[in-house]
């Protein structure tokens, strides 16, 4: 088969879509939408998104490889599960939304993306502490974006963040840490391994 | 004795899967669970050494079986605790780790690679527990009658919007192991919770309408127009308070308030808090140290007041 | 049966809330004083045993022949109410009384005497009917066409026990169905297509010995009806005439035109083909282009092409959907690499075939929707895409199928179809079409028939003669007045009505089953023939009992002519629906016997009435009207005469009645088997009898008619608008007569059509020729 991500500008270029079905996460139920569009129709935020779910998951079929995996769908949805829970043919849309948001990120698509420059600060968080800590992994992303930026939007949050300090809801001292952090690291490697090897063998994630 | 050899006066075990917002922004969500939990007769033991379950951007962050291995580790440790049932409060780990569970029960291949990760720090998992959402044991498990029961001090004239969210009921509260205990469009057991506490229960038909969830939180430009529905909702209604199951519809609804304040012209002012505090109140535990009121950043009048005569 | 002989005896039920409603001893007393029926009983419960005993009895005994039923609706408890040798006369006291109107109130009693009042004297002017067939009936059934559809009838025919002739005018059986690499699923769990069983259906058709095949042949000429068919058939070089008892024509379809498909590319490549002929390509190894036999990699159907357009064929054919889905799958499964498309306005897959799509999508077809613009030489396709919201263009397809629709074979599918073929409908329901040429004929057993002219001869699909070609192209040549076509419904399909009458086509004894009649696939065909095999078998024992068919089906009346008196106006002859009177030698009109289907719309044409039933004439219903009581109009209550046709009008009133809706007591209705039969004598004689309103109420007219003798009800709006002269010359309001089209559905809207004629006719005021 030849390269199923190379660049067609045959649209219906099967390729995309059958990769598509095998590598992402509920890809394989993506055969079976019927294009009714209650997933779009129940979307919270379909209407500011590029493309709704419905018309997403026909741009795959279409091999609009470029498209797909630029578009702000993968980033603007909510994970709201609506459109999952109400598809008359049980496509996980939710899930294929993100998988083909993972794949975008992978594929070095979305670098600046805020939700892959966030999802990179809370990783880092997870393989250090095992833990989420709201304050560094916030902070973190704030100046990902540069110093200036990051400081501009620490002060526009001051306030919240203030607030929470009051309250007792931001944890002021160091990070908690899980006690089995380096088996926890060991444990997350492993599987990152796993799934280069599979990936690798074109058999399907999860 | 019981048929698993548990003493039969003894109260039914969970395993408690606090989650990482409970050490900070939703600290009153775990304290009020840790408080109503066992006044309800059940017993709570965290899990040992438990870590984050990826929440949202875990899979993005990194990838998908990793992703799914984060909840694999905190599996096998709560296994080894004596108790067939993980509970949780949280909605984002509720999905995950739930999500996670029922995966691994139903995928051999998958439960051999997430047993494969977890063999290189000496561990597994053999697929043997349940994951379950807070509500759903104590609206399956407690029961609305033992609720009120329990309750002493009746929350009169505090008028509650159920906020249900997204996550909390889908897509699981429909289905079969996920407790089958309400539905995903009109859900009833908040407003049954605030009942049960001697509150009223206005009519808020957005009650799953989304918060935004965490693009609320990394890109809140993108969804404030959708918090503002829920307060729009809320103040309509008459509303003296917002009750919510969720850390993130909590901190949502709660903190952006002044922003959509600020966007739109309104002035919201409206307290946002979880039902399980409502529970403490109700059951005239400790309005610090077990309802975690002094947490919420907008404060309620009339649940203070409710508070001060407790 | 002479009024002495006559032995009417009333039985009045007080069941059902009859005896709440009215005093049942005053209507006794109607029976008993005003018109000396001489047996006159009450029971609770009559349709029960002890009841029937009663009426038993008398019968036994002798004391009654004619049993006045005062009770229930007529169309209920029939076999209740049916008596050897004494037909009942029925009076309907409960739903349209005791049901219809408040218990116990003045003009509810008066209603229900009324309708006692109606029922004796309609006793009176009944003589019995007898069943009185005569000659020989053949009881073979001729079935036109050997494709699936005629195979399926010939065999459910055989094997219920009668013989077939089955004729066939190519030299094989099977007909398309036969050709198809796979059809369909039609067993569960209708995923896969399944192999071609119809080879299996020839087998069983050629080893029947009830089944006489005959290939190469065509029919050249019919005459005669149900029972007493003459079809002459050209066999073999040779002609013959068969005595057949009923007719089943299944001549099936051919694909539409693809020549004229040369905007979607069609005759522009070689790889552009139509579904029909890819049927021929597809097998177990991959698919190959017809050009330079390279794989066919990507394949794009084209659904609709030529249907649902109004520059080809203006329908939907309904399995071209299936038939793409069919072929898309074998093509997959041949070859699992291919890319197959199918490119859809709208998608049908109804029923079990959402099954077969399912099975698709997962198979990998891409279904798009989209409308095709344009298709060039080298196989590029653009199309505006509805579900990317773009135009798109795909080069290079290695193939494009044309997914085309089904004609019917109403005519001979050598010939276009004729003008008199497509016109057929307007002539049959309306009712000023002019008189088809006449085709006169001496007798009805087909010897002296003058022949049809012969034009060109006509051939097969595979070029041989078979015979003289017929007139515009007609399948068999009915030597009718109203011409040699069997009717066409619309769109050149030969149907009736779909809802109504399916398999029945305007012409008694003749039906039609599978694609002629509406397009349908190779299951649905099967059931359709077994449909029309029974409609059929039905026609034929019917016939040889002197009975009719659908809808009044048993029924032993026939039309009687006076021809004494007969002015040989013709009008009879025109206007009855299924050609069952002719003319003979002299003009005057005759009957075909079998074919009447006992309408009375001839007695309602008549002008000198002439023409009458056993048990339904023209003096019968003027003497129901004359029994009638019409208060003076001091008593201020109106009176209002409704004919009520029994297939729509009259179940509807019944069924306002079932379900307690309340109307106006002030009128009276007279069931009447069609309003075609409804006499214009019987409204003049009501209005001078004083009758202040009246009302025709039948089946729906038109294009989409529901009348169930086609044209009865249009012919009496037709004959309506010429009272609007009579009644001004009488100075009396057009408003008083009026019809209404009411469907057997339209119960829930009786009280209102009913009230408020009744309210124009308070405000016009009392007919000025009451109490004259």
């Known amino acids: ?134 304050r560094l992994v916030t902070a973190k992303y704030y100046f990902s974006f540069g110093f200036k930026e990051g400081a501009r939007r620490g002060l526009d949050n001051l306030k919240i963040a203030l607030g929470m300090i009051k309250k007792g809801r931001m944890h002021l001292g160091l990070p908690h840490k899980v006690a089995g952090q380096k088996d926890l690291r060991a444990i997350l490697a492993k599987a990152a391994e796993i799934e280069a090897r599979e990936m690798k063998e074109g058999s399907s994630h999860d | 004795m019981t048929e698993d050899g548990k003493d039969k006066g003894a109260k039914k075990k969970f395993v408690y899967y606090p989650g990482c917002s409970s050490q900070g922004s939703s600290k009153h969500l775990d304290e009020s669970l840790r408080a109503i939990v066992p006044a309800l007769g059940l017993e709570m033991e965290e899990i040992d050494d438990w870590n984050c379950c990826g929440a949202s951007v875990g899979n993005i962050g990194g990838g998908a079986l990793p992703a799914t291995a984060l909840s694999g580790r905190n599996l096998a440790k709560a296994e080894k605790q004596q108790a067939t049932d993980v509970i949780t409060g949280c909605a984002a780990c509720y999905l995950n780790t739930h999500g996670a569970n029922e995966k691994i029960k139903a995928d051999i291949a998958l439960r051999g690679k997430i047993n494969e990760s977890l063999a290189v720090a000496d561990m597994s998992y053999e697929a043997n527990l349940q994951v379950r959402h807070a509500c759903e044991v104590l ?113 949502n609804v709660e903190m952006y308030q002044p922003a959509i304040n600020k966007k739109f012209g309104t002035n919201f002012n409206i307290p946002v808090v979880f039902y399980s505090q409502l529970m403490a109140k109700a059951f005239g535990l400790d309005g610090k140290k077990d309802a975690g009121l002094h947490r919420n950043t907008i404060r309620s009048k009339k649940l203070d007041i409710l508070v001060r005569n407790s | 049966m002479s009024s002495q002989s006559m ?124 069943a009185a067939p005569e000659g020989e009936y053949s009881r073979t059934l001729l079935i036109l066409g050997g494709g699936s559809t005629g195979l399926s009838a010939a065999l459910e025919a055989a094997r219920t026990g009668y013989e077939v002739i089955l004729v066939e005018r190519e030299d094989h059986l099977g007909g398309w169905a ?113 050009s330079d036999h390279k794989p066919a990699k990507t394949v794009m159907f084209v659904q609709c092409a030529g249907s649902r357009d109004p520059d080809h064929l203006p329908y939907c054919s309904s399995v071209c959907c299936g038939v793409s889905i069919k072929q898309a799958l074998q093509i997959t499964q041949a070859d699992p690499g291919a890319s197959v498309y199918i490119l859809f306005e709208e998608l049908r897959t109804p029923g079990t075939a959402e099954e ?87 007798d009805n057993s087909g010897g002296d028939a003058r022949p049809a002219p012969v034009e060109i001869s006509a051939t097969n699909g595979t070029g041989a003669e078979v015979g003289p070609a017929l007139p515009g192209g007609s399948l068999l040549n009915l030597q009718y007045v109203q011409g040699p076509h069997i009717p066409i419904l619309a769109d050149g399909f030969s149907d009736s009505h779909y809802i109504c009458f399916p398999y029945e086509t305007r012409r008694t004894g003749i039906y039609t089953c599978g694609p002629v009649r509406r397009p349908m696939d190779i299951s649905e065909s099967s059931e359709d023939a077994a449909g029309a095999v029974l409609k059929a078998i039905q026609a034929m024992e019917n016939a040889a009992r002197g009975a009719a068919v659908h809808p009044r089906v048993g029924d ?123 006499n214009l004598l019987w409204v003049s004689t009501a209005l001078e009898k004083g009758f202040d309103g009246i009302m025709l109420m039948g089946c729906k007219t038109g294009d989409d008619y529901q009348c169930h003798y086609i044209k009865g009800s249009s012919l009496a709006r037709e004959r309506l608008s010429k009272v609007g002269e009579t009644l001004k010359s009488m100075m009396l309001e057009e408003e008083r007569v009026t019809m209404e089209e009411i469907s057997i559905a339209d119960s829930g809207s009786i009280p209102k059509v009913i009230n408020s004629f009744v309210e124009t006719i308070e405000r016009i005021g009392f007919n000025p020729f009451k109490g004259f």
Request: hydrophobic share 35%; proline share 6%.
């Open chain 2, 139 to 251: 609206v399956n498990e407690v029961g609305m009658e033992k609720i009120k029961e329990r309750v002493t001090h009746p929350l009169n004239g505090l008028k509650v919007a159920g906020y249900v969210g997204c996550q909390t009921v889908r897509p699981f509260a429909n289905t079969d192991s996920g407790g089958n205990y309400d539905t995903f469009d009109d859900p009833e057991f908040l407003d049954q919770f605030a009942e049960a506490c001697g509150a009223e229960a206005v009519d808020f038909d957005v009650k799953t309408s989304c918060c935004g969830g965490s693009v609320s939180v990394i890109s809140p430009e993108k969804t404030l127009h959708l918090i503002k529905k829920i307060l729009q909702a809320a103040q309509d209604s008459g509303a003296d308070v917002i009750s919510t199951p969720c850390p993130l519809c909590q901190t």
């Open chain 3, 556 to 678: 032993l009346s026939f039309p009687k002519i006076a021809l004494n008196s007969c002015t040989k106006c013709r009008r009879c002859t025109i206007e009855c629906p299924f050609g069952a009177i002719e003319e003979d030698e002299n003009s005057f009109p005759i009957l075909i016997e079998s074919r009447c289907r006992r309408c009375g719309t001839c007695m309602g044409a008549c002008p000198v009435r002439v023409i009458s039933f056993d048990n339904y004439s023209p003096n019968m219903v003027i003497a129901m009207i004359d029994a009638i009581e019409v208060p003076d109009e001091f008593a201020e209550k109106p009176r209002i005469l409704i004919f009520a046709c029994e297939n729509d009008a009259y179940p509807a009133l019944d069924m306002a009645g079932l379900n307690r809706y309340q109307y106006s007591a002030f009128v009276r209705v007279i069931p009447v088997r069609c309003l075609g039969s409804v």
């Open chain 3, 178 to 290: 036969g050709k198809w690499s796979k059809t369909m699923p039609h067993l569960p769990p209708y995923r896969d297509p399944q192999p071609n069983t119809v080879k299996e259906l020839i087998a069983a058709a050629e080893a029947e010995p009830a089944i006489t095949i005959l290939t190469n042949a065509v029919v050249t000429k019919t005459v005669g009806g149900p029972g007493k068919f003459g079809v002459t058939l050209s066999h073999g070089g040779e002609l013959r005439t068969e005595q057949i008892g009923a007719i089943v024509v299944a001549t099936g379809w051919r694909p539409y035109d693809a020549n004229k498909l040369g905007h979607l590319g069609y005759g522009q490549s070689t790889d552009v083909v139509t579904g029909i002929e890819l049927e021929t390509m597809l097998g177990d190894s991959p698919l190959q282009r017809r």
């Open chain 3, 356 to 442: 077969f799509y399912r099975q698709a999508q997962e198979a990998g077809v891409i279904f798009i929707k989209g409308k095709v613009k344009s298709v060039s030489a080298d196989l590029g396709l653009t199309y505006d895409d509805a579900l990317l919201g773009e135009e798109v263009t795909l080069q290079g397809l290695d193939l494009v199928v044309l997914a085309t629709g089904m004609v019917p074979n109403s005519t001979n599918p050598e010939i276009e179809p004729a003008e008199t073929g497509a016109g057929q409908l307007l002539d049959d329901i309306n009712p000023n079409a002019p008189l088809p040429l006449a085709i006169r004929i001496v």
């Open chain 1, 1 to 134: 088969m030849a390269n199923p991500l190379s660049d067609s500008s045959q649209k219906y270029d099967l390729g995309f879509a059958r990769w598509v079905y095998q590598n992402v996460k509920g890809g394989d139920k993506l055969s079976m939408c019927m294009q009714c569009g209650a997933c779009s129709g129940s979307c919270p935020i379909g209407t500011d998104m590029d493309h709704g779910p419905r018309k997403l998951i026909m741009m795959v079929r279409a091999g609009m490889k470029e498209a797909v995996l630029t578009s702000n769908t993968l980033w603007n949805c909510t994970h709201c599960y609506r459109c999952t829970v109400r598809c008359p043919r049980g496509v996980p849309v939710t899930h294929i939304i993100q998988g083909l948001g993972a794949m975008a990120a992978d594929l070095g698509y979305a670098r600046e993306e805020d939700t892959v420059r966030f999802a990179r600060s809370f990783w880092w968080s997870v393989t250090h502490f095992g833990r989420t800590d709201e």
């Open chain 3, 7 to 130: 032995k009417p005896g009333v039985y009045l039920c007080k069941g059902c809330g009859i005896g709440d409603a009215v005093s049942v001893d005053t209507l006794e007393q109607i029976a008993s004083s005003e018109y000396k029926v001489a047996v006159c009983r009450q029971h609770d419960f009559l349709c029960g045993d002890e009841g029937r005993a009663l009426i038993d009895a008398d019968l036994a005994e002798g004391s009654v022949n004619q049993p006045i039923i005062a009770a229930c609706s007529p169309r209920v408890m029939t076999d209740r109410f049916t008596f050897d040798g004494a037909p009942a006369i029925r009076a309907n006291l409960r739903e349209q009384v005791a049901w219809s109107q408040p218990a116990g109130e003045e003009d509810t009693q008066m209603l229900a005497g009324d309708y006692l009042r109606m029922a004796i004297v309609q006793a009176a002017q009944t003589s019995p009917t007898v």
